[in-house]
């Protein structure tokens, strides 16, 4: 029973370019969504989080973007920098720390 | 900055052991977790621990495994007799208070059954 789902396993970007990482969920009763880094051999590391009362979320160069009625969230990172090839763990929950995490999308962030 | 810690990062175990995997958390977090990552796979719940008692678990926190907190600052998961699909990355969580988005995680103990 996936709830959680990224589609792609992986995906590499040129330096400086925008990278999106997407999410979908099929659980209408989550109601918070956060994205999650992690690297080899480290536990996640929060990135960014965002509230289904929301539709945007942006802290740096990290934005999130969530559309409820398509069930679907997408990690925009711009620009991509080498630093940031980690795998991206997407997570929902439904109001505690349960978090039900997607399996992960691998960034290559190419020099 | 205050960080999870694990120990071991490492544990290698033969099938039917008992294993116990250590965690300090955050000192001023309330909420405590694990969670594990069989290799390859997604991050899966295991049980959430608030006030010394279990508040949540999921179908995969069998009658194997139980957690405790012993004393203020460790917190331990138990598993009384592994079996080999129990290898993977264990994460222990701690959170400061509950629906306050995040939660902080260690580094993780890599349990293998053999």
């Known amino acids: 029973d996936q709830q959680v789902k990224q589609n792609s396993p992986s995906l590499s970007v040129q330096e400086g370019r925008i990278s999106i990482l997407n999410c979908d969920y099929t659980n209408s009763m989550f109601d918070y969504f956060l994205w999650y880094k992690k690297y080899p051999a480290e536990g996640p590391t929060f990135l960014i989080s965002?509230?289904?009362?929301?539709d945007k979320n942006e802290d740096g160069r990290f934005t999130v973007f969530l559309n409820k009625s398509a069930k679907h969230l997408s990690l925009h990172i711009v620009p991509s920098q080498p630093g940031d090839s980690a795998v991206y763990f997407c997570a929902a929950t439904s109001g505690t720390y349960k978090y039900i995490f997607g399996t992960g999308t691998r960034l290559k962030v190419l020099a | 900055e205050p960080e999870v810690t694990q120990t071991p990062s490492h544990q290698v175990t033969q099938m039917g052991q008992e294993v116990i995997l250590r965690c300090v958390p955050i000192?001023?977090?309330?909420?405590f977790y694990w969670y594990r990552q069989i290799l390859g796979q997604k991050v899966e719940f295991l049980v959430s621990?608030?006030?010394?008692?279990?508040?949540?678990k999921s179908e995969i926190f069998d009658d194997q495994f139980s957690v405790e907190r012993p004393d203020g600052s460790n917190f331990t998961l138990k598993i009384r007799s592994t079996k080999l699909e129990d290898s993977a990355m264990y994460f222990c969580?701690?959170?400061?208070?509950?629906?306050?988005?995040?939660?902080?995680f260690g580094e993780g103990s890599r349990l293998t059954v053999l």
């Open positions: 965002i509230s289904s009362i929301k």
């Open positions: 000192s001023n977090h309330l909420y």
């Open positions: 621990f608030y006030n010394n008692e279990i508040s949540e």
């Open positions: 969580a701690s959170a400061l208070a509950e629906n306050t988005g995040e939660l902080f």
